[in-house]
């Protein structure tokens, strides 16, 4: 019994003092993952310290808000200019071009009326053809091509569930015009029990109507002002330059240079038409009035009528582009994923009328030279690490940002990265006024893990960051295009001031120090997220 005993006690020994090597050797190898990670991230910081400078950041915004950039506006030579020079600083930092360029083509065109305009309507052996502007005229949102079918009047075009109100009820519209009226029944209801009585809903909108039309299958669509809410029914359209001597030549709708062509044909039409289809205004105004009265859709086909028209437009490209580089990620596997660095570098332009000798250049200075400097810094840095990050990293310069975001519009409706391998996008715009501790972070509300690497890489930084309010997603800039199409965003801004869209946005006035502070913030979130094996997901609430 003893010697069992004393065997056992042994044995006991024995695994206290395994127990204690290994909590030791954890004890080690805890500290020494530790210490590799601190002198890692001591690293990362260092090398944007040395990397990102006050100087780089004067430099560069020096030069792109210069009074020889003229304000960069898209298009123009200079945002050519701006582009070339991006492109070669990107190239400098080892960056490659993607896809075999530097260059992305924004995918948006000028629309002017072309020659071959018309509108007729045929009834038996009858051919009544009716003259463009006087009878009727284009919107700009109408597609670009013939159409001919028989005619529907279909109310206001509206189909409204939540109203119990549907103007395609029980009617054929395929392949048929149909016509209808603007804005929407309800307007002299005071209650607003129906649609918002005189505040209109989004169902009185052009783009909504043509839409629910296209959804019914209907091959065109005619709009009339109706008689019992305007006093002139005559056909207004779209102001085009062509049809109107009040305007500048160039003063022509933009959109996707594809986007007449997936639309219906949508004109507006005058006195002369609607006789022809309801024998007279009075006619047509007391079918509005019964839809007022009854707050019920007065839908009919109208008979024996072949509605025949073709839309014709003429498309110019805007001829500017996004300025693209890339980096190759290190890992075999993550490198088929991608953050994107962005910023746009185009402004406003120039003022059209000034007093001789008076400062007539938007140099944009901190909007957003200084945006894209960061972005050119933070490239800088990337391209000049030891090592590649594990995923691959994209930079781009967007144009059209001034715009509507028509340079990362166009990128997202034609990626040269799948949007679903791409990680992250960080965004860059106006770094460089205000509190220089003051530092405004978009998007971390909403991407609560790309919020935690922001708030502990700012501890190398100091920043006091806002991260903006409790719900929605400010829209102001080009990472609202990406963040719509489901890729989690982080925006870096430092606020407005009142030189913003000023001509006194001028360089000497941005904080060099402070946009280089925000520069190295933005390349050790964008280094630390290269180097993750994580994704993130969007919330639409933050805590």
């Known amino acids: 019994m003893k010697n069992g005993k004393l065997l056992e006690k042994q044995k006991m020994l024995h695994f206290a003092s395994c127990t204690l090597h290994f909590a030791f050797f954890l004890t080690i190898l805890i500290f020494t993952s530790c210490a590799a990670s601190s002198h890692y991230q001591k690293r990362v910081t260092d090398h944007s310290r040395s990397a ?45 071009p993607l896809k075999g360029s530097y260059f992305q083509d924004l995918s948006y065109c000028y629309f002017d009326l072309g020659d071959n305009n018309f509108l007729s309507v045929v009834e038996g052996l009858d051919t009544k053809r009716f003259k463009l502007r006087d009878d009727f005229v284009p919107y700009d949102l109408s597609g670009s091509r013939p159409a001919e079918g028989e005619l529907v009047f279909a109310g206001y075009g509206i189909t409204a569930p939540e109203y119990n109100y549907d103007d ?22 005071s209650t607003g029990k129906m649609f918002g009585g005189k505040n209109l809903t989004y169902y009185s909108g052009l783009k909504e109507k043509q839409k629910m039309a296209q959804d019914h299958g209907a091959a065109g669509m005619l709009v009339i002002s109706g008689p019992l809410q305007y006093n002139s029914v ?12 009040l305007l500048p030549k160039d003063a022509l709708p933009l959109d996707y240079c594809e986007r007449p062509e997936e639309v219906i044909p949508m004109v507006q039409v005058g006195e002369a038409i609607i006789k022809e289809l309801f024998v007279s205004t009075d006619s047509l105004k007391h079918i509005q009035q019964r839809i007022e009265k009854n707050m019920q859709p007065e839908s009919f086909p109208i008979p024996g009528k072949i509605l025949a028209m073709n839309i014709n437009f003429i498309s110019t490209p805007i001829g500017a582009r996004n300025v693209i580089g890339w980096l190759e990620g290190g890992d075999p596997i993550l490198n088929k994923e991608a953050i994107i660095i962005g910023a746009h570098y185009d402004h406003l332009g120039i003022k059209g009328v000034h007093q001789q000798g008076s400062d007539y250049i938007y140099n944009g200075a901190d909007d957003n030279a200084s945006g894209t400097t960061g972005m050119l810094a933070v490239a800088s840095a990337f391209g000049s690490m030891a090592e590649n990050p594990k995923r691959s990293v994209i930079f781009i310069a967007f144009a059209g940002e001034e715009l509507g975001m028509l340079g990362s519009a166009s990128y997202v409706r034609k990626p040269l990265w799948p949007l679903g391998k791409t990680a992250a996008m960080v965004n860059l715009d106006m770094i460089g006024r205000n509190d220089p501790d003051f530092l405004k972070i978009i998007g971390a509300r909403q991407n609560p893990a790309l919020r935690k690497i922001v708030r502990r890489q700012n501890k190398n930084t100091e920043f006091k960051l806002d991260e903006g309010k409790r719900e929605g997603m400010f829209g102001g800039s080009d990472h609202i295009s990406f963040f719509n199409k489901g890729v989690p965003v982080i925006f870096f801004f430092t606020g407005l001031h009142d030189d913003y869209h000023k001509v006194t946005d001028e360089s000497d006035r941005i904080n060099t120090d402070k946009a280089a502070r925000v520069a190295r913030l933005v390349f050790m979130t964008a280094w630390t997220a290269a180097n993750q094996d994580k994704h993130y997901k969007i919330v639409k609430k933050g805590d």
């Not at 005559?234 to 001597?245: A, E, Q, R, V, Y």
């Open 52 to 96: 990102i400078t006050a100087l780089f950041m004067k430099q560069h915004i020096s030069y792109l808000a210069s009074d020889s950039m003229k304000g960069r506006a898209t298009p123009s030579a200079e945002l050519d200019a701006a582009a070339e020079y991006i492109a070669r600083q990107f190239k400098s930092y080892g960056l490659q």
């Open 234 to 245: 005559k056909p207004d359209g779209f102001s085009w330059p062509k049809l109107t001597k």
């Open 168 to 189: 395609y009820k029980d009617l054929d519209v395929k392949g048929k015009h149909v016509v209808v009226l603007r804005q929407e029944p309800g307007q002299t209801d």
